[in-house]
Nanobody, 120 residues
Framework: QVQLVESGGGLVQAGGSLRLSCAAT????????MGWYRQAPGKQRELVAFITSGGKTNYGDSVKGRLTISRDNAKNTVHLQMDSLKPEDSATYYCYTEGSVGTRAPFVSWGQGTQVAVSS
């Protein structure tokens, strides 16, 4: 079983910055994809960004140019640097990973979520 521990959420004023982190632990053989999704009240969960083991990134249209995803493969950790935050970025942010465990079985894992609130 793979566990994800998220950190870094909080309250910030519009235009400010936050940095989210997520560490994956467990019997991990490899992680192919790490990323973040978010969900605001009354809205569907949406992709924020993901990054592959090779460093290829993909961002949701609403965050391009303001958020930057990075990962440390050796530590099975992913970070999300969020700059120029807007009130509409307020949501619960969920870490997401997929890969293989020690038995080579595939896994998909979600974090419990960390709250981001941006005041206007």
């Amino acid at each position: 079983q793979v566990q994800l521990v998220e950190s870094g959420g909080g309250l910030v004023q519009a235009g400010g910055s936050l940095r989210l982190s997520c560490a994956a632990t467990g019997n991990i053989l490899s992680i192919s994809l790490m990323g973040w999704y978010r969900q605001a009240p009354g809205k569907q969960r949406e992709l924020v960004a993901f990054i592959t083991s090779g460093g290829k990134t993909n961002y949701g249209d609403s965050v391009k140019g303001r958020l930057t995803i990075s990962r440390d493969n050796a530590k099975n950790t992913v970070h999300l640097q969020m700059d120029s935050l807007k009130p509409e970025d307020s949501a619960t942010y969920y870490c997401y990973t997929e890969g293989s465990v020690g038995t080579r079985a595939p896994f998909v894992s979600w974090g419990q979520g960390t709250q981001v609130a941006v005041s206007s």
